[in-house]
């Protein structure tokens, strides 16, 4: 009889508990870094161009290829939850799209001679950005297609190879691809908090159709906002043609000056169903205006009569969007004497500023006035001209009768007094 112990199942049980708990945290450890990978800032080739598109053997040609950045703008920035294991309390921190550091460039080939291929150290592309790189090649002796392959290397990020069909005085024709380019029409000048239009014709300059083609319109800046769709589909777009895209925008009245860029992305398939994808990058000049008028207006002293030394005060205010720049202020065709110029100097939206003139009112009555108001701004200088009137009373006469009066009391008082001392005597 064969005896069995009761215990060899737990222990076999053990086994098993501590094998899946050490199989997830092998499992766990593995999935972390392919998660932080797949974050991680990487390129790829969106565009090639063969010159010549057909090469003679022993000709000399020219790759041109270009680079973009798989990351896109966005105007907010998703969050990073995390739990403190110690306290249990959650976290949370802004996440935003890196640059891509871009360390070699190369063109790889073992039949196809590169004459200039590899480029170092070029530097960081950001979100949404791309530019070309072009390569010198001589084909090699023998006809037929070769494929010299893109290699590149981005640090902390997914490295890319990209094959390059070059056709070498071949029968065998290569695949005809579609190349979609963007062109824009936009407003000279956009003033904060109007709204303005921008016209994108998309043209097919390459030699197959393109399908499945989807545009999206990105506002990089929260004071730009689209009024209509931000994403466009169009589901097909023949070689040599083109189609037309109306875009509207609204803006805020606190937008920032300068050029704001919009980026258009425009993705895409050959009949090899390869995605391709073109970026372009629009910039709308945001030009703001100064706008400036009379604020108030004070005398000093308030009630003005001839005789009397004036200082007179008139604030002026910009209501525009814009700075307004060597503010001077001046008054014309006033009668009475006196400085009759300010310079105010900057004055920005919302803010005024005091132009103070000193007069000398030398005769009574009503006086009118232009105040001209002259400013720079980005569109240029301007000049405002505002009637304005000026009221001085005549002297009153009551300083005169006050005097006289007093000169009378003090006789009398003598008078009596004198009369009084004689009659005394």
């Known amino acids: 009889m064969i005896q069995v112990s009761t215990a060899a199942p737990r222990r076999g049980m053990k086994r098993q508990t501590i094998g899946c708990f050490t199989g997830a945290l092998i499992l766990i450890l593995v999935l972390i870094p392919a998660a932080a990978s797949a974050a991680a800032p990487s390129?790829?080739?969106?565009?090639?161009?063969v010159t010549p598109a057909v090469l003679m053997p022993g000709d000399e040609g020219t790759i041109t290829v270009v680079l973009t950045s798989t990351a896109l703008p966005a105007t907010g920035a998703p969050l990073s939850i995390r739990l403190d294991p110690g306290t249990g309390e959650m976290n949370t921190s802004e996440e935003t799209e890196e640059n891509a550091y871009i360390e070699s460039v190369l063109l790889h080939s073992t039949d196809v001679e590169v004459m200039t291929g590899s480029f170092q150290d070029i530097g960081e592309i950001g979100p949404g950005q791309s530019f070309p790189l072009t390569f010198r090649i001589r084909a090699p002796g023998e006809e037929g297609i070769y494929f010299p392959e893109v290699w590149v290397s981005v640090r902390d990020g997914a490295n890319v190879r990209y094959p390059v069909p070059v056709n070498v005085n071949s029968a065998h024709t290569l695949i005809k691809r579609p190349a979609l380019r963007v062109e824009r029409s936009v407003p000279a000048s956009v003033d904060p908090g109007d709204p303005f239009n921008v016209t994108l014709t998309?043209?097919?300059?390459?030699?197959?159709?393109?399908?499945?083609?989807?545009?999206?319109?990105?506002?990089?800046?929260?004071?730009?906002?689209?009024?209509?769709?931000e994403n466009y589909y169009i589901p097909e777009l023949e070689a040599g043609k083109n189609t037309v895209l109306n875009l509207s925008f609204d803006t805020d009245t606190s937008a920032p000056l300068g050029l704001t860029p919009i980026l258009i992305t425009v993705d895409y398939r050959g009949a090899d169903l390869a995605p391709s994808r073109e970026i372009a990058t629009i910039g709308i000049p945001?030009?703001?205006?100064?706008?400036?008028?009379?604020?108030?207006?004070?005398?000093?002293?308030?009630?003005?009569?001839?005789?009397?030394?004036?200082?007179?005060?008139?604030r002026l205010e910009n209501t525009g969007t814009a700075d307004a720049e060597s503010v001077r202020a001046t008054i014309e065709e006033l009668a009475l004497p006196g400085s009759k110029e300010a310079f105010l100097g900057t004055i920005e939206p919302g803010n005024d500023g005091p132009a103070i003139f000193s007069l000398d009112a030398d005769?009574?009555?009503?006086?009118?006035?232009?105040?001209?108001?002259?400013?720079?701004?980005?569109?240029?200088?301007?000049?405002?001209?505002?009637p304005l009137q000026v009221v001085v009373t005549e002297q009153s006469p009551f300083p005169t009768i006050a005097a006289a009066a007093a000169v009378l009391i003090v006789a009398v008082a003598a008078a009596i007094y004198w009369y009084r001392r004689r009659k005394e005597e």
């Open 43 to 49: 390129v790829i080739v969106s565009n090639y161009t």
């Open 363 to 386: 005769e009574a009555g009503e006086f009118g006035y232009t105040l001209v108001v002259r400013y720079t701004d980005d569109y240029g200088e301007h000049t405002v001209r505002q």
């Open 202 to 229: 998309i043209h097919n300059d390459g030699q197959a159709t393109a399908s499945d083609i989807s545009v999206g319109v990105n506002a990089t800046s929260g004071a730009i906002a689209p009024r209509n769709s």
């Open 286 to 314: 945001v030009v703001g205006s100064a706008e400036m008028g009379v604020a108030s207006i004070r005398t000093e002293p308030a009630r003005i009569a001839a005789g009397d030394t004036v200082d007179l005060t008139i």
